[in-house]
């Protein structure tokens, strides 16, 4: 799946935690019901961080951050049997 630009709502936490709460796809704006598993790829500029989540219906997808330039996308899209 080519990134696909999104906007996502975020919280930022006091030690600078990111946390996304609810983002759109597909013309909808989906609730993050839980979180997986973050990481963090690249150097420098070319930082990005990564964020597993799950939506109600055990929909997976794969946010990626871009804190450099502020932006937001979607890496991956699937149910959480696709994933296993």
Same mark, same amino acid.
Not at 15 to 27: E, N, R, V
Not at 35 to 58: C, I, N, P, S
């Given at each position: 799946?080519? !990134?696909?630009? #999104?906007?996502? /709502?975020?919280?930022?936490?006091?030690?600078?935690? +990111?946390?996304?709460? *609810?983002?759109?796809?597909?013309?909808?704006?989906?609730?993050?019901?839980?979180?997986? !598993?973050?990481? #963090?790829?690249? /150097?420098?500029?070319?930082?990005?961080?990564?964020? +597993?989540?799950?939506? *109600?219906?055990?929909?997976?997808?794969?946010?990626?951050?871009?804190?450099?330039?502020? !932006?937001?996308?979607?890496?991956?899209?699937?149910?959480?049997?696709?994933?296993?």
């Amino acid at each position: 799946m080519p !990134r696909v630009p #999104t906007s996502v /709502e975020a919280r930022f936490d006091q030690d600078g935690g +990111l946390t996304p709460l *609810a983002f759109q796809w597909q013309g909808q704006r989906l609730t993050v019901a839980s979180w997986g !598993r973050t990481w #963090t790829t690249g /150097e420098g500029g070319e930082r990005r961080q990564h964020f +597993l989540v799950m939506t *109600a219906g055990e929909r997976m997808f794969e946010l990626v951050f871009a804190p450099d330039v502020r !932006r937001w996308w979607m890496a991956r899209a699937g149910s959480s049997e696709a994933w296993a």
